[in-house]
């Protein structure tokens, strides 16, 4: 059977999205490091780095569309090697309770389980429960390879907006645009015929593959994204590094890094 996505209304995708990843939460780790040769962790050790979690003392953290934690686990790992500090948080919120329950398996193995530093929480990004995740709250708020799979980005970011601090740092990776022609056209056949057939053989799951993949197509470009961010009412890199970009692309667009500061 085919998702046939692109015939799927909007209302659906929620559901869909749901049953992508149920379905892959398994084997979610092993794909990653299979489809894109391990590269997903050097662009999240890159994406951590950025944010330097801990340089200027304790944050507190939110790591939305977190799946199983990959992104909350090094920010806990940089704030503790980096600056001694263990007072950093992360409270990991994902759509899809099996994702998360992959997480919260993998944090039993760390010094961070049941302790205050982590924490999971199923709740959609585009509408945070407003009793639960308050406003002004979060210095900084993460969402990795997890936006594009949203139906309303604008949505998301509006909440972003709301529960982070004056001051809180808003950070998006996520799969974008490659602009050299070459790079373009490897990186499509790699994807549209490769990516499927790796997921054929280790999960058994053509169609999920197939979506994801086709989600990033669908994802707009940077200078679209990046303008969507300040439209939300965040000041990007134009506004607060100087001209020049408001993002970072990595492998050439492969995937880019996006952030903005909320005023
Ligand atoms: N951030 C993790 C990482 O980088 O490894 C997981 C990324 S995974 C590709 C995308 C995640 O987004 C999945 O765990 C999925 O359940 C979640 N997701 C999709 N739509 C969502 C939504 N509307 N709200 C919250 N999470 C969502």
Known sequence: ASFGFRTVPEDAKETLVKDVFDSVASKY?????????GVHRLWKDEFVDRLKPGRKGALRCIDVAGGTGDIALRILDYARENYADRETSVEVVDINGQMLKEGYTRFKKTMYHNTPQVSFHEANAQALPAEK??????????????????TSIPSVLKEAYRVLK????FACLEFSKVENPILSTLYDQYSFSIIPLM?????GDRESY??????????PPQPEFA??????????????????????DLWGGIAAIHTGVKV
Not at 210 to 219: A, N
């Open 29 to 37: 780790d092993l794909m990653n490091d299979a489809t894109s040769f």
């Open 199 to 203: 997921g054929t053989v280790l999960t």
């Open 210 to 219: 197939q979506y994801l993949v086709e989600s990033i197509r669908r994802f």
């Open 227 to 248: 303008q969507m961010i300040r439209d939300a009412g965040f000041a990007t890199g134009r506004d607060v590094e100087g001209p020049g970009g408001s993002w970072t």
């Open 166 to 169: 004056p001051g809180g740092t």
């Open 133 to 150: 995740f308050l406003d002004n709250t979060y210095d900084v708020y993460t969402i990795a390879f997890g936006i594009r799979n949203c």
